[in-house]
């Protein structure tokens, strides 16, 4: 059973509303033409998480974009942010101090643009670490869950210390490793004291399966056994390609469901990705999972702008009322 959250006013919101989450961070802050100054130096450049550290104007800008669109939910520039990733770049022993300030940052944003109608929430983004612990491989397995676990704890615990209201796992694709990450946030509530709402993102490819296999019927047996509150899928690919298995978890989840896709599946143009998928069809797709499928929380993942979203949030703004899901 699950324990009683200290904040549950996201999941408040959810269950009286549709919610929209903000876009893309990374490929928004492509568009801002940083150089390695900004980054605090060559050997950290392309950190996009230690931004909110050596240059955070560069992060206030992607949030304040999104939530001048109208979206609920900003989530905190730490996709990145556990000690195995951080770790690539020499920045492994400031993993709680760039998780905190990531979220005290967005915190501060969200507060701003809240108002009596209409609050703000920042979601804790927690990505994955690089590992594939259902693997057999000598490199990419070479982990054990406790291990996996202690990583994201302490991640969990800096951003439940700068004060989110939820934590997001996103992007996720191995089942086990989203195990050892709701283990991990456990491990968290427990060190600080605080419990907070969980949504567990699964990424799929274009065949419906996660990376190493898992469909969205396994996903969500596993999941739904779990202490999460909000289920869904983000990433990978456009909101086309993940139809059927929305469509899956509409009929068939007992909890909300979230889904955040790309603008589109990437195409390589010139050795870059490219996201081809404009506003106003991006904004009709979701709105169409919403109403269809009772979809609750929309928003967009890789190649998403603020355009995306304020055309999506003109959309949900439509609604008399949220869909309900009957499953």
């Known amino acids: 059973m699950k324990k009683e959250h200290t904040n549950r006013a996201y999941l408040d919101a959810v269950e009286n509303r549709v919610i929209v989450f903000d876009g893309a961070m990374g490929t928004n802050l492509q568009t801002q033409n940083l150089t390695a100054e900004h980054f605090g130096g060559e050997r950290t450049m392309g950190c996009n998480d230690y931004l909110v550290i050596t240059y955070p104007q560069?992060?206030?800008?992607?949030?304040?974009?999104?939530?001048?669109?109208g979206v609920d939910v900003i989530e905190t520039c730490t996709f990145r942010s556990n000690r195995l990733t951080l770790g690539e770049y020499g920045l492994a022993d400031q993993t709680t101090c760039i998780n905190r300030t990531a979220a005290t940052l967005a915190r501060r944003l969200a507060d701003e643009y809240s108002t009596p109608g209409k609050p703000r929430f920042v979601a804790g983004s927690i990505g994955p670490s690089g590992k594939l612990p259902s693997m057999n491989d000598p490199e990419l397995s070479n982990i054990t869950i406790d291990e996996l676990s202690d990583i994201f704890c302490e991640q969990a615990r800096g951003l439940i210390e700068g004060g989110v209201d939820l934590l997001l796992i996103e992007t996720s694709q191995d089942i086990l490793e989203v195990k050892a990450i709701i283990h991990g946030i456990e491990c968290a509530f427990e060190k600080t004291g605080v419990r907070i709402p969980?949504?567990?993102?699964?990424?799929?490819?274009?065949?419906g399966r996660m990376l190493l296999g898992t469909d969205i019927n396994s996903a969500l047996t596993i999941l739904e056994g779990l202490p999460i509150d909000v289920i869904g899928m983000n990433?990978?690919?456009?909101?086309?390609?993940m139809r059927q298995s929305i469509q899956f978890l509409g009929e068939n989840s007992s909890l909300p469901i979230s889904c955040i896709p790309n603008a589109g599946?990437?195409?390589?143009?010139?050795g870059q990705a490219v996201y081809p998928l404009q506003p106003e069809p991006f904004a009709d797709a979701l709105f169409e999972f919403v109403d269809k499928y009772k979809i609750s929380v929309v928003g967009g993942c890789c190649g998403s702008t603020p355009e995306h979203l304020r055309q999506l949030v003109t959309k949900v703004n439509t609604l008399e009322k949220k869909p309900t899901n009957v499953a």
């Open 265 to 270: 599946l990437p195409l390589n143009v010139d």
């Open 235 to 241: 990433c990978s690919t456009g909101p086309e390609h």
């Open 58 to 69: 560069a992060v206030e800008l992607v949030h304040r974009s999104f939530l001048d669109a």
């Open 198 to 207: 969980i949504q567990a993102q699964v990424t799929l490819d274009t065949t």
